[in-house]
C-alpha cells in the first residue's frame, strides 16, 4: 500500500539499528503502522535501508569520526569495573539522530534502542511530539541495559551500588545525566512486556510518564508452520530428530541468554539418553562442536527473515533459558511457526508462554528443573502439538499487526492532542 497519501499523522521513528533484536521490533512496529495507511519512515544507523522507507542517517563511509568517539566511550566504560556483567552505553556522544530527525520531519518522532543515533542530550532536544518504545531498561538506568539492582527504582546513590563494583561509578554518572537532561521530558512510552512496563513505572526517571504495554507486532501470515520434512530436507537437517531451537544475539556470550543454564541442562539429558533422538539448532553463532553430548547444528548469523522462519518452522521446541528478558523476538517467532516453546520465568516471557498452557516454564537459572520441562516435550510428541497449537494462537492473537498499528495510531494521536493543548 502506498503512504504517500495517507490519512493521519506521519511519523518517523529513530533507532540505531535495523537488525538486531531491538532494530528488528523497530522494523515490524514501522512496517505495521505502514500497512495501517500512515505515512512512516524509520532511520537508522546500522543496517542495509534496502526495504522501502527504512533509511541509513550515515553511510558506512563517513562513520568513522563516530565509529571513533563510540569506541572512546567503550573504553572509557572499561574504567568502571562491575559486578553485574552486561551490555552498557553511555550516551555521551551526540549522534547524527537529532539532525537526520530534524531534516525529515514529521508530526510524531517514535524512539526506538538509540544508543550512537542519539546522545543522553539529543533527546530533549527533538521538537515533535515524542512516543518512545523501550526495548529494554536502559532509559531508566545509568549506562546499564539490563540490572537486577534497585538503582533504577531507588536512584543511583554510593550505598546502592552493586556488591563487588570498584573503579568510577559510571553507571551512577549517567544516570544523574539523564536526570538532569531528561527534566521535564514526558513522552508516552510504551514497553512489549508487562514486566519492563512495570519498572518503567517504578523507576524515578519514568515514575510521572504515561508507560502502555504494547507487544511487538509479526505477521504470523507468514511466521507459521510449514512443511516440516521438506524444510529439513533443505536446510540438511535430520528428518527424524527432535530439534531443538536456541535462538539469539550474542548466543554463547551473552550471560543474560543462558546458555550455560541450556548447557547444565543439557548434561542431565544427556546422562538420561534423551541424546540418542534430539539434535540441537543455534541461531546467532557459528561454530561446530556438540554440546554436552548433542549433536549441534549452528546455523550462525542470519539476517535473512525468509531463512529464519524456514529454520524456525524445520525444529519442534524453541528453548529460551534467558536469565534476563524483555519480550525476545525469537520467542514470539518459534511459537507462531509451531514449535513447542520452554522458557524461564522472567521478564516478559510469561506473557506469551503460560506454564502448562501455551508452553513451559522454569525458574530462571535452574538447570535441572529446565532439564525435567525439555524431557517431558521431547519424550511426549502429544504434549507438543497441543502446546505448540495453543503458543501459535496467543502470538496470533497477542501480535496481530492489525490491532497493535490501531493502538498505535491511538498513541499517536495522543501525543498530538496533548501537545496542541500544552500552554506556549
Known sequence: MSTDAAPG???????????????????????????????????????????PGIEVVVPPRRRLPLDLMLRAENALLRLQQSSEAGYRSLGYVRGPGLAALRRRGAD???????????????????????????????PMCG?????????????????????????????????????????????IVTCSSRWLADEARASVLFSGCEVHVVPTP??????????????????????????????????????RKGFHVLSAALARLAARGLDAETDLVFVGEAGHERVQGFTAHWMGHVGDEALVRAICAAC??????????????????????????????????????????????????????????????????????????????????????????ARYLELYRLALARRSAAPR
Not at 533527546?123 to 515524542?130: E, H, Q, T
Not at 507459521?224 to 531443538?244: F, V
Open 9 to 51: 499523522p506521519s511519523v518517523v521513528h529513530a533507532a540505531t539499528h535495523e537488525h538486531t533484536g531491538a532494530g528488528t521490533s523497530a522494523v515490524r512496529i514501522h512496517r505495521a503502522v505502514a500497512k495501517a495507511g500512515l505515512r512512516s519512515r524509520l532511520l537508522v544507523l546500522h543496517g542495509t535501508g534496502a526495504e
Open 316 to 405: 519442534d521446541v524453541i528453548a529460551l533459558p534467558s536469565l534476563q528478558d524483555n519480550y525476545p523476538n525469537a520467542l514470539a517467532e518459534g511459537m507462531a511457526c509451531g514449535l513447542a516453546a520452554v522458557g524461564s520465568d522472567t521478564g516478559g516471557i510469561p506473557d506469551l508462554v503460560q506454564d502448562g498452557k501455551t508452553g513451559l516454564l522454569a525458574p530462571p537459572g535452574n538447570a535441572e528443573r529446565l532439564a525435567e520441562q525439555l524431557a517431558l516435550v521431547i519424550r511426549d510428541a502429544g504434549l507438543r502439538a497441543r502446546l505448540a497449537e495453543a503458543g501459535r494462537s496467543a502470538v496470533v492473537h497477542a501480535c496481530d499487526e492489525r490491532t497493535i498499528a
Open 143 to 187: 549506562a546499564e541495559h539490563y540490572t537486577a539492582s534497585a538503582r533504577p527504582r531507588e536512584g543511583y546513590v554510593p550505598r546502592n551500588r552493586v556488591p563487588g563494583s570498584r573503579g568510577l561509578d559510571l553507571d551512577r554518572w549517567v544516570w544523574e545525566r539523564k536526570r538532569t537532561r531528561w527534566r521535564g521530558l514526558a513522552p
Open 218 to 255: 509479526l505477521d504470523t501470515a507468514l511466521w507459521r508452520p510449514q512443511d516440516r520434512a521438506a524444510l529439513r530436507s533443505r536446510l540438511g537437517l535430520p528428518p527424524e530428530r527432535t530439534l531443538i531451537l536456541f535462538s539469539a544475539w550474542g548466543l554463547t556470550t551473552d550471560l
Open 108 to 138: 510524531v518522532v517514535h524512539l526506538h534502542w538509540i544508543p550512537g543515533l542519539l546522545g543522553v542530550a539529543d533527546v530533549p532536544r527533538i521538537a515533535p511530539p515524542l512516543v518512545w518504545s523501550f526495548h529494554d531498561q536502559w
